[in-house]
């Protein structure tokens, strides 16, 4: 089915705008992928702020040359779907990776992060990242165990101070009697 210039123009304005506000972009083939795991998928992404769209490959190509933004190696062979993180970019990842890896028909392609390319395998690491709320639970617990440490330091001295004057006062008051 034939798109006409009017649609094209549309849809790479489309691109540019969600690339634009995108933190991160993750590109994937979907072929062999079920209608019905895209739909899914799409409303996973939509739940995490972010956006699942397939696109043609030429128009994906201008947009991307107008915003000057690099694409991955092979990007743009076979079929091509993108994940724009306007948000958290590894939720994003980890939900096209568990689909990856659940249906095995979606393949990642690589992808950008703040302009940056990150490869396949970049791609794969940052679904394996904990949600933001695990991470700033670790590294709250990271900041606050030397506190944690040096308050039980202190106590630990100050009991050990009490129990000298304690056993001192009553070395004084059996020396008294």
């Known amino acids: 089915m034939a798109i006409t210039r009017a649609r094209k123009v549309a849809l790479v304005k489309q691109y540019k705008e969600l690339a634009g506000k ?47 933004l690099p694409l991955p190696e092979g990007a743009t062979d076979g079929t091509t779907a993108i994940g724009f993180a306007t948000d958290e ?48 639970a670790i590294l709250l617990g990271l900041i606050t165990k030397p506190a944690g440490q040096v308050a039980g330091v202190l106590a630990a001295s100050i009991r050990q101070l009490a129990g000298v004057i304690h056993a001192y006062s009553e070395s004084e008051g059996a020396e008294a009697a």
């Open 89 to 136: 970019v590894p939720t994003v990842a980890k939900a096209i990776v568990d689909l990856s890896r659940e249906a095995g028909t979606l393949q990642i392609k690589g992808g950008l992060i703040e302009g940056k390319l990150i490869d396949a395998d970049g791609i794969l690491r940052l679904a394996d990242l904990p949600p933001m709320p695990v991470v700033r």
């Open 22 to 68: 995108s933190s991160g972009i993750i590109l994937a083939s979907f072929s062999g992928v079920s209608v019905k795991d895209l739909q899914v998928l799409r409303g996973e992404i939509r739940e995490v702020g972010g956006e699942f769209h397939i696109v043609k490959n030429s128009l994906l190509k201008l947009a991307f040359k107008e915003l000057d």
